[in-house]
């Protein structure tokens, strides 16, 4: 298994600025990914990050607004730039488990813009 | 395209009853089949899941369910529900290749009522 630790766990934040979560994994993992949950909605994939290279953005998101780091194989963060109420949200990472058996969460961040 | 779908929102149910919650699936070929649980406040917790082999698996905290093929389903079944059990259950479809994101389902929210 894999344990996750996630900062900041909450934040509130002014339009207009920009959060960074950090995500600290106990292993080395190849591909970590981050998610984003809308208020009453599912898990939405962001982009997925592989160390030593570009993250992957799925459709709707881009780099400009979601820049991801991704230094070496326990650690990556997500940055929300220019933040607008509708940033509002739980943004999670995750870490596949070995042969893609599970996928392993960390707490989460839940992030209001006022 | 892929997709999960949980058709049901919400559901109430009263402690020490039974519990269905339905799950249904698109996808090209067998895929690897989850169910997490997310309590307020909290990360996704694993409850169980399904790769190949025999078709009703058990998980955690008396959770089983059953990967009905012809159905493309993966129903969560619980015998007797206890308040405990009131939290947000997603279902998730992964492929049978590393490296590759969790599709989540957009929820059920359980109410356990005494």
């Known amino acids: 298994s894999a344990v996750i630790s996630q900062k900041p766990s909450r934040d509130i934040c002014q339009r207009g600025t920009s959060l960074t979560i950090q995500c600290q994994v106990d292993?080395?993992?190849?591909?970590m990914f981050w998610y984003r949950q809308q208020p009453g909605q599912s898990l939405t994939l962001i982009a997925t990050?592989?160390?030593?290279?570009?993250?992957?953005?799925e459709s709707g998101f881009v780099i400009d607004k979601f820049p991801i780091s991704r230094p070496n194989l326990t650690f990556s963060t997500l940055t929300v730039s220019n933040l607008s109420p509708e940033d509002s949200s739980i943004y999670l990472c995750?870490?596949?488990?070995?042969?893609?058996?599970?996928?392993?969460f960390g707490q989460g961040t839940r992030l209001t813009v006022v | 395209a892929q997709s999960v779908t949980q058709p049901d929102i919400h559901i109430t149910v009263s402690e020490g009853a039974s519990l269905e919650l339905r799950c249904n699936y698109s996808?090209?070929?067998?895929?690897?089949l989850f169910w997490y649980v997310q309590s307020p406040g909290q990360g996704l917790q694993l409850l169980l899941k399904?790769?190949?082999?025999?078709?009703l698996v058990q998980g955690i905290k008396g959770f089983e369910a059953e990967f009905k093929r012809s159905q493309s389903s993966f129903n969560l079944r619980k015998p007797s529900v206890h308040w405990s059990d009131a939290a947000e259950y997603f279902c998730?479809?992964?492929?049978?290749?590393?490296?590759?994101?969790?599709?989540f389902g957009k929820g059920t929210t359980l109410s356990v009522s005494s």
């Open positions: 996808y090209g070929a067998t895929p690897y």
């Open positions: 998730a479809v992964g492929p049978n290749q590393a490296g590759t994101a969790l599709i």
């Open positions: 990050a592989n160390q030593g290279s570009e993250a992957t953005y």
């Open positions: 399904y790769f190949s082999g025999d078709t």
């Open positions: 292993s080395q993992v190849t591909m």
């Open positions: 995750s870490v596949e488990g070995q042969w893609n058996t599970e996928a392993f």
